[in-house]
Structure formats: structure tokens, C-alpha cells
């Protein structure tokens, strides 16, 4: 052989050794799988959550990583026993591991009695040797039911169950309970003769345990014998009581309630039948899928059970895998032989010691028996059904919702009172501690509470479904909300904010309003002048300081000028003088600025006209400033001390004529209406508007409309008690405007309703001895939220001007300090300039300079020379010495080292 081949030949031996070691120690890589289904029509999820599984667990791979899983599907008559020996017998040819069984106790019965007689273990539901009983075990549902029926205190009830389809153990149950009690065996056929013998001997508490598809007709039937009252409580057997239509139930306040074994709220559930539905519409597509599993899928717990058993296989398959200890070889036998299979001991003790949580809860068995699990008690209420409690196996019952519960003989009249959440007419408690009607707090629930003393009458109340008050769709005519509810007799009352309209009035009945209002406009308080550091400048125009400019300087140049052609300005300076006559003009360029300035700052100046013309431009500038500065103190008080605001809207004119600020009302509610109907042509334009911006110009709620005011650039049209109240809590809103209608709130009941009247003379009493004005300020108004506004009476003081305000007169005055003493500087460079300038030139020349002898026109002092930093640093420390001096010496001409020269007697 050559060299290469037998490396090649040792390495393909060396796998095959490797693959049987790892046979030998654990599971074969190839696993089958059967079951068992019934071919009665509407019995096909179970069969898809089964397919669904041995999928998801094949493309998972986690817990078989080395293992596939086949299966082979029968469908046999639940009544042909025979069939269904066959047709196990067959999965037996196959080779099949484990043979799964739907929950059909009937089934499960014929396919357990060849299971364990090969060893084959059977998981479904069946209580024999080699069988996985994935269902709840009797025992404990028996008790489960026992301790409702002990919670309730029920003393006298009755029982409506079928023979082949009982879930509950009837002996043990009569045994339990201390009481009368009325058992009867119905079919479909029977219910409702059986059901008008309860209601003859007044049998109010029933327990249905009968199979589900018949629910469905014993449900019709409770209707037709009109047992659909508050008074009557149904608990049913069944696990499936949420698949069930009990829409004409809800809203009697009927009580029903049920166990249930999935639950549909945990995140965990909803993933798995989400990727169920995904599957089953991805296997609909395939030729041989059986056309019956296009049905749709539910959350029965049916197929919830297939899908666990499936998966408690794997996990028995993983452990036994992990253990190393058992061989789970190939089947290779019949039903013929009745030879038991030697692995199926080992592989039934490893799906016995299963642990998980599936699609039902914790998973645990006991001697093939499930013993832990958990079932959560469910009970019908308005709108939805809603969990109240949970039952396990050693926690026992435990009710989480005691308020729903009720003992309706103590009650005289129950009515059903839907409303809708708005503040601060009906708001809700979210805490666990607030159940029933407790959950409402509000303006309108103090009102009904009131109400249902004065009348006479307990109420249940609920919310609205879809959370709308009402409106008519133009086109299909159908009502929504609260008036559809009241339509449809789902409920007795309605109340809220809801107002009273001529067309909600020709479909349901009002009581007298208790409330009278009207529709206005929300919008956001403008905002104010931004504050500017030279506000002080606002009170005159830009044009108006620029003018006053001018003219300033023109008046000067003027004074100048005519000051200058004037005679009687010129006057002589030294006149007693003859050898020197000289005369002087005051009015030099500069003085001629400074006696405008001076005039115009109201004044006095050294300088005064004396000629006719000068006093005459004199006086007219004089009036003039005096009107400026008069008419700038005035104004500068009205800006300084007064918020400016900008306003842009003022009515519903001003929005109809603009498109910059949008604006929406509340959707289905009576303002909508009011501008869908209306006639005048300001509301009709608004309308069309609104209406082509549709859906954003409407809001769902109240809180959505006040968000997006608050974000600005946005009018919110609404009633205007509601706005009231907002306003009062929210500084940052206004309201625009007046009413734009007058309209009243009123309590809504369906037509011909007998409490109408008793309530509207309710809501009249209330109103005279002023109650409801009493909650009405109990809600508005005295509460801790109302904001602080600014008063704007006219005997509020002024506010105080800040440093934002008058803070440029600083900036001005420092400024001016700054440029003073910068000129101030230059005037003292400049002096010293022209005195350095002077002291270099030389008096005379060499020439005529005999011998050291100096003329008389030729003396002079010579000061020493200095810089500039020190000349004006000697000026400063003077300056500090001699602070109250008004004389001083020239202090760069007087000085110890000058050298004058003898000064000659005069001749």
C-alpha cells in the first residue's frame, strides 16, 4: 500500500473510532421523534408549535449541538382506538425515540398503552408509567379551583360540566366545599336548558367546565337567558378564557373569571409566537404543508404545551448527553416483537429530573407528573381582562387585586361610568395601593361622587377605550368615543369635559350643564424687549440722536460765526492801555462749542451774548434743548420702568389672516367641531386651514396641545375653563382674546335614560347651594400650583431700574474719564515740546559776545534739561503734595542751578 494511502486510510479510521466513541458515551447524532394529532378540524396549532420547535431547535443548536432531531407526523380519529394503535405502531417501524401526544386526554389514553409496553417514553398529557405529563398535575388544579371557590365564600353554586372534556375532579371538589351545590352533565345541545334552570332557582355562581369549542355557544346562550348581569359570576375551567370574544360582556359588569396557564405579557412569550407566526407564514408557501395549519395562530395553551414537551425532551436529551454514563442506541424493533427498549428506563429518569421555564411557566416534574407551575387567576373587566392574582403549587392562592372582588348583593343599583383622562376634571393614581374607583381623582369625579349621593346610586368607573369624547366622521357617519359607548348601551354614563353640542344631543341625552364656558385661544406669553446695556438711548430714535448731533454743530459753527460778524461781541482787553489797544471776540471756536454744550446739559457757562443776534440763536437753541431734554426725561421713566412686549396676534382675526403661527385644536372634541360647522367666514378660513395641515394641526390630548405652545410659534384653541387652569399653573401661557363661543359641560347618558332628569335636578340643587362652585375654586384655584404673576394695577410701584437698564450711562461716564486724561496728556506733551523747543535756541551770536559780557536784551535764565517722564512725574508729585494749593511755582523754570546774569542799574 502505498505511503500516502495509509495515512489517509489511518486518519478516515481514526474518525470513524472517534465518532463511535462519541455515539457510545451519549446521544447519536440523528434523533426521531413522532407524533400523534387529531384530524378533527380547528385542532392545528398544536401541530405547527410542535414543527415550530423541532425547527427552532435544530437552527439553534445550543442545547443539541451535535444532534438533529426528525419527525414523523400521524393523524388518526381521536374516537378510533384502533387507528390510533396503528399509527403509533408505525412511528415504532420508524425508529422513533419519544411520541408526542396533543393534551387530548382520549388520545393520550391509546398511545400511552403501547408506549408502555415497548418503554417508549410518551410526553403530552397522561398520568401512566413512561409518560411525561407536561399539563398541570389534577391535583393541583383540583386545589387550585377549591381555593377560589373558598376565597369567593361561595355557599351555593352550580356546576356545568362535560364528561369527556372535565378538567376539574368533581368528587374531590364536593368534598372540599361546605355548601350547595348544583352539579349538571351538559352538552352543546343542553346549555341552555340548564342554564334557565339556574337562573329559575337563582343560582348566581357558576363553574363551567366544559370543552372550549362549545364555550363559544354557552356564551350566546348566557346572553339569550340575559344572565349577563353584575349579579352573576362565571369561573371557567378552561386555560384559553382570552382567546374567547367577550366584547358583549364587558360592560354589565358581569363577573368571569378564569385561570390561565401562558402569559401573554412576558417578553419572552411574545418573542416565541412572533417567530411562530413568521414560520407559519414561511411554511404556508410549502406543497406538502397541510392546508388546515393556515389557521390563525392564538395563545391557546394547547399548542404552548406541545412546544414545551418538545423542549423538555431536549433538555432530558442534553443531560443525558453531559452525563456520559447512559448509551442512547438506534431503535430496531415493532410492535409485533413486544420487546421493550432497553435506553428508554435511562432516557424517562433524565426527562423526570427536567428543569426549565417555557412558554407555560416553571417546569418540574415528579414521577412523571408536573408539579410545579403557575397559573394566574384573570378576571373580565370594562375594556380589557386583567390579571388579579396567581395560584403555585406551595404559594397557594394569592389575590393582588382584592377590589375586584365584590359581593353584589350588597349593592342596590351598579351604573357603568366611562370617562376620559384630562386635567383637572378626571386624573388617575398609577400606584399600586389605589384599585376600582379609587384610581379617579378630579373636578368632575368629586362632582359624580356627589351626584351618585344625592340620586342614589354606586357606580363603577372606567375609562373610555379610545380615549376620545366623540365626534361624527363625515363620511361613513359612524360616532367614536365616549358617545359610540353610550350609543351602543356599553355604558351607563358619561362623564368628563364633555360638551353639549346639537349634534352629540340628537343621538344621546344631556343633563343640565354644570359648567358653562367657552372656546378661546392658548398661546405663550410674548416675550419681552431684550434688555441693552444703552437702553437709556431708547427714548429718542436713531434719526432723532443724529439730528440732535447736527444741529449741535451747527449752532456752534453759527454762534461762531455771527459772534465773530458782530460789533457789539468785539471789546477791548486792557483799556486803560493807551500805549497797547487791543481788543477781544469770547466767542472763539471753542468756547463757542462749550456754550452750546453747556446750554444743552442745562448749564451755566463764563460766557454770555451781547449782541442781539447771539442772545437770539441763543435763545432759540435754549428752547430747543429744553424740549429734547423735557421730552427724553419724559420718555426714558416710560421705558426704563415698563416691560415692552410683542405681541403678534390679538384676536382670532389676526390668526386667520396670518400663516407664520400655526394653531390646531383637540381632535374629535366639540371646538373641532365647532370650526367644521360654522358659518362665519373668519372660523370657516381657520377651518381649512387646520384641516389642510392635517393630522398635525390636531392633538390627541390636552397635554400635547400645551407642549407644543410651550415650544412656541404654535395657538391652541380650546375651552376656555380648561385654559383657565392652565394659565393659573403655567406663567409662561396667556390667553388671547375673548370667547369665541358660549357653550356648557354636561353629564351624558344614553337616550330615554332614566337618570337623566334625576341628575340634572341633582346638578341644579348643587348649583344653588354653590358646591360646585366650591370644587370649582377647590381645583382651579386654591392649590399650591398656581403660579405668581406681575401685577399690572395701577397702584403697582414701578420695578427698580437694574444695572442692564441705566448701566451704559456708566460705560459713558467712564469712557469720558478715559478721554479726558488721555487729552489731558497730550496737552502737557505738547506744553513741553514747545517750551523744550524754546530753551535750545541761542540768544545772539559769538560775536556779539565780548569777554563774557551779556547784553540786557540778552538775559535769561537757563533751566536744566529734563525729559518728558520726569517732568510730568515732578507735576504729579506736586500735585499730590499741594492737593489744596490753587498757586505753585513753574516748576521747570525755578530751580536752584539757574544762573542769571547782574541786571544793570537803569538810566
Known amino acids: ?57 435544530n437552527l439553534d443548536k445550543s442545547l443539541l449541538p451535535e444532534t438533529t432531531v426528525e419527525y414523523y407526523i400521524e393523524y388518526v380519529n381521536r374516537l378510533d382506538s384502533f387507528e390510533t394503535v396503528q399509527k403509533v405502531c408505525k412511528l415504532v417501524g420508524v425508529g422513533v425515540q419519544a411520541v408526542f401526544s396533543p393534551t387530548d386526554s382520549v388520545l393520550a389514553t391509546h398511545i400511552n ?65 361546605q355548601g350547595e351545590v348544583h352539579m349538571r352533565q351538559v352538552s352543546p345541545g343542553s346549555y341552555l336548558s340548564v342554564l334557565n334552570e339556574f337562573k329559575g332557582k337563582e343560582i348566581h355562581n357558576i363553574i363551567i367546565d366544559t370543552n372550549s369549542d362549545g364555550i363559544s355557544i354557552l356564551l350566546k346562550n ?105 448509551t442512547l442506541n438506534l431503535l430496531n424493533m415493532t410492535c409485533d416483537a413486544g420487546i421493550p427498549w432497553n435506553g428508554g428506563l435511562s432516557l424517562i429518569n433524565y426527562l423526570n429530573a427536567v428543569e426549565w421555564k417555557g412558554l407555560t411557566g416553571p417546569i418540574q416534574f415528579k414521577e412523571g407528573q408536573r408539579v410545579q407551575f403557575k397559573l ?26 382584592p377590589s375586584m372582588f365584590f359581593d353584589s348583593g350588597s349593592m342596590n343599583v351598579t351604573l357603568v361610568v366611562i370617562t376620559i383622562l384630562e386635567t383637572p376634571y378626571v386624573m388617575m393614581h398609577y400606584g399600586k395601593n389605589f384599585t376600582g374607583n379609587e384610581r379617579f381623582y378630579g373636578f368632575c369625579v368629586d362632582i359624580l361622587e356627589t351626584i351618585s349621593h344625592e340620586v342614589g346610586f354606586d357606580y363603577i368607573l372606567d375609562l373610555v377605550p379610545d380615549r376620545k369624547y366623540g365626534a361624527k366622521d363625515p363620511e361613513s357617519g359612524e360616532w367614536n368615543g365616549m358617545v359610540a359607548q353610550l350609543m351602543k348601551y356599553k355604558a351607563d354614563l358619561a362623564v368628563g369635559s364633555m360638551t353639549i353640542t346639537y349634534a352629540r344631543e340628537s343621538v344621546i341625552d344631556f343633563t343640565k350643564p354644570f359648567m358653562n364656558l367657552g372656546i378661546s385661544i392658548l398661546f405663550k406669553v410674548p416675550s419681552s424687549e431684550p434688555t441693552r446695556l444703552f437702553s437709556f438711548m431708547n427714548p429718542l430714535a436713531i434719526e432723532i440722536w443724529i439730528y440732535v448731533l447736527i444741529a449741535y454743530f451747527l449752532v456752534s459753527f453759527c454762534i461762531y460765526i455771527v459772534g465773530k460778524l458782530s460789533p457789539i461781541e468785539w471789546q477791548h482787553i486792557h483799556p486803560c492801555d493807551l500805549e497797547n489797544i487791543s481788543i477781544g471776540n469770547q466767542f472763539s471756536l471753542s468756547d463757542s462749542f462749550w456754550f452750546t454744550i453747556g446750554t444743552l446739559m442745562q448749564q451755566s457757562t463764563d460766557i454770555y451774548p451781547r449782541a442781539i443776534s447771539t442772545r437770539i440763536i441763543s435763545s432759540i437753541w435754549g428752547f430747543f434743548s429744553l424740549i429734547i431734554v423735557a ?23 389676526d390668526l386667520a389672516s396670518q400663516t407664520e403661527i400655526s394653531y390646531g385644536t383637540l381632535d374629535s372634541g366639540s371646538t373641532m367641531t365647532f370650526f367644521r360647522d360654522s358659518m362665519i367666514e373668519t372660523y370657516k378660513k381657520m377651518w381649512r386651514s387646520m384641516d389642510n395641515k392635517k393630522p398635525t394641526a390636531f392633538t390627541s390630548t390636552y397635554e400635547d396641545g400645551i407642549r407644543r405652545v410651550n415650544q412656541g410659534n404654535y395657538a391652541y384653541l380650546m375651552e376656555s375653563t380648561m385654559l383657565d387652569y392652565i394659565v393659573q399653573r403655567d406663567c409662561n401661557l396667556t390667553q388671547i382674546g375673548g370667547l369665541l363661543d358660549t357653550k356648557g359641560y354636561g353629564i351624558a347618558t344614553p337616550k330615554g335614560s332614566p337618570w337623566r332628569d334625576k341628575i340634572s335636578l341633582a346638578i341644579l340643587e348643587l348649583q344653588e347651594k354653590g358646591d360646585i362652585q366650591m370644587l370649582y375654586d377647590k381645583w382651579w384655584k386654591n392649590t399650591d400650583e398656581t403660579c405668581t404673576r406681575r401685577s399690572t394695577s395701577k397702584q403697582s410701584k414701578a420695578n427698580a431700574l437694574g444695572l442692564e437698564s441705566i448701566g451704559g450711562v456708566f460705560v459713558v461716564l467712564i469712557a469720558g474719564i478715559f478721554v479726558a486724561a488721555v487729552v489731558a496728556f497730550f496737552e502737557f ?62 516748576l521747570n523754570r525755578v530751580c536752584s542751578e539757574c544762573k542769571i546774569s547782574q541786571r544793570p542799574t537803569c538810566i
Not at 538775559?859 to 505753585?888: D, G
Request: net charge neutral; proline share 4%; with cysteine.
Open 1 to 57: 500500500m502505498p505511503r500516502g494511502s495509509l495515512v489517509m486510510y489511518l486518519l478516515a479510521s481514526g474518525l470513524l473510532l472517534l465518532q463511535f466513541i462519541s455515539y457510545a458515551l451519549g446521544v447519536p447524532p440523528l434523533v426521531r421523534v413522532g407524533a400523534i394529532f387529531s384530524n378533527q378540524p380547528g385542532k392545528y396549532n398544536s401541530e405547527l408549535a410542535f414543527r415550530y420547535a423541532v425547527h427552532r431547535l
Open 113 to 177: 398503552s403501547i408506549c408502555d409496553a415497548l418503554d417508549i417514553p410518551n410526553i403530552g398529557r397522561s398520568a401512566h408509567d413512561f409518560s411525561i405529563n407536561v399539563y398541570p398535575s389534577q391535583k393541583y388544579v383540583n386545589q387550585a379551583f377549591n381555593d377560589v371557590i373558598h376565597y369567593l365564600n361561595w355557599t351555593r353554586f352550580g356546576i356545568l360540566q362535560e364528561t369527556e372534556y372535565g378538567i376539574i375532579n368533581l368528587h374531590q371538589l364536593s368534598r372540599s366545599v
Open 222 to 326: 348566557i346572553l339569550q337567558q340575559q344572565m349577563n348581569e353584575y349579579k352573576y359570576h362565571y369561573l371557567f375551567t378552561s386555560f384559553d378564557l382570552e382567546t374567547y370574544d367577550l366584547e358583549d360582556f364587558k360592560y354589565n359588569f358581569v363577573n368571569i373569571t378564569s385561570f390561565r396557564l401562558v402569559d401573554i405579557g412576558d417578553v419572552g412569550v411574545k418573542q416565541i409566537l412572533k417567530d411562530l407566526g413568521s414560520y407559519s407564514h414561511h411554511m404556508f408557501q410549502k406543497p406538502y404543508m397541510n392546508p388546515h395549519v393556515r389557521k390563525s395562530i392564538s395563545l391557546e395553551s394547547e399548542p404552548a404545551l406541545m412546544f414545551d414537551s418538545v423542549y423538555v425532551f431536549a433538555i432530558g436529551l442534553q443531560t443525558l448527553e453531559q452525563s456520559q454514563s447512559h
Open 376 to 401: 394566574d387567576l384573570i378576571k373580565l373587566k370594562q375594556h380589557s381582562i386583567v390579571k388579579v392574582g396567581e395560584w403555585t403549587p406551595h404559594g397557594r392562592l394569592n389575590i393582588t387585586e
Open 631 to 653: 421730552s427724553y426725561t419724559a420718555n426714558l421713566a416710560a421705558f426704563l420702568t415698563t416691560e415692552r412686549m410683542i405681541n403678534p396676534i390679538e384676536n382670532a382675526e
Open 829 to 890: 506733551w505738547c506744553n513741553f515740546r514747545y517750551h523744550h523747543k524754546a530753551s535750545t535756541i541761542k540768544p545772539g551770536s559769538n560775536n556779539d559776545s565780548v569777554q563774557g559780557v551779556i547784553l540786557e536784551s540778552e538775559w535769561s535764565y537757563t533751566p536744566p534739561v529734563r525729559c518728558f517722564w520726569i517732568e510730568i512725574f515732578e507735576e504729579l508729585r506736586y500735585a499730590s503734595w499741594c492737593m489744596n494749593k490753587q498757586k505753585r511755582p513753574e
